[in-house]
T-cell receptor, first 116, second 112 residues
Framework: KAGVTQTPRYLIKTRGQQVTLSCSPI?????VSWYQQTPGQGLQFLFE???????NKGNFPGRFSGRQFSNSRSEMNVSTLELGDSALYLC???????????????FGPGTRLTVL | AQSVTQPDIHITVSEGASLELRCNYS??????LFWYVQSPGQGLQLLLK??????LVQGIKGFEAEFKRSQSSFNLRKPSVHWSDAAEYFC??????????FGKGTHLIIQP
């Protein structure tokens, strides 16, 4: 079974631009979570989607948004990029047995975003 | 609020020696606990997890971890490390849609 895939793997943008990152979960997984990883703040939870609904969101400004499609693929968007948005963005998928249960999150390789 | 503490930022061990990485957590309910490993430029690979039941869990690559509720700990162990174990190790806690809360990570260095 193929793992979580993320595209693109690397991205360079300038301040003020916007960016869209894509994540394809493991086949059959309906939950997708996004995380930001920086040297200073470590791994931080951005948001989680299940069946096209955002169920939870971390402590990030509204410039960070996401969505999930009917095939469970997910995208996250960052508008008005700032230098501090430079990070590795990781996507994880899981297959909760019900919408209220927990399961193991499997991570993709990440998208390395550099903001100049 | 939930939190995870990994007290050791860096650990250096000799190849063939035993390893223990510490993890302490704070969580309001019964915790779901995980250890992940990350090699440079890569995503996170799951080593093992604890949801319930036997408090000693076995994972991949010869790793194991023990859940101790009284100490709020979930330490990772390996009896004999290999040079390929050099990486960053993350302990995490979380369940459901809450997302995972990660520790800051422990950087493992293997001496020949």
């Amino acid at each position: 079974k193929a793992g979580v895939t993320q595209t693109p793997r690397y991205l360079i943008k300038t301040r003020g631009q916007q960016v869209t990152l894509s994540c394809s979960p493991i086949s059959g997984h309906r939950s997708v979570s996004w995380y930001q990883q920086t040297p200073g703040q470590g791994l931080q939870f951005l948001f989680e989607y299940f069946s096209e609904t955002q169920r939870n969101k971390g402590n990030f400004p509204g410039r960070f948004s996401g969505r999930q499609f009917s095939n469970s693929r997910s995208e996250m968007n960052v508008s008005t990029l700032e230098l501090g948005d430079s990070a590795l963005y990781l996507c994880a998928s899981s297959a909760p047995k019900t919408s209220g249960s927990a399961d193991t999150q499997y991570f993709g390789p990440g998208t390395r975003l550099t903001v100049l | 609020a939930q939190s995870v503490t990994q007290p050791d930022i860096h650990i250096t061990v000799s190849e063939g020696a035993s390893l223990e990485l510490r993890c302490n957590y704070s969580y309001g309910a019964t915790p779901y606990l995980f250890w992940y490993v990350q090699s440079p430029g890569q995503g996170l690979q799951l080593l093992l997890k604890y949801f319930s039941g036997d408090t000693l869990v076995q994972g991949i690559k010869g790793f194991e971890a023990e859940f101790k509720r009284s100490q709020s700990s979930f330490n990772l162990r390996k009896p004999s490390v290999h040079w390929s174990d050099a990486a960053e190790y993350f302990c995490a806690v979380g369940r459901g849609a809450d997302g995972l809360t990660f520790g800051k990570g422990t950087h493992l260095i293997i001496q020949p």
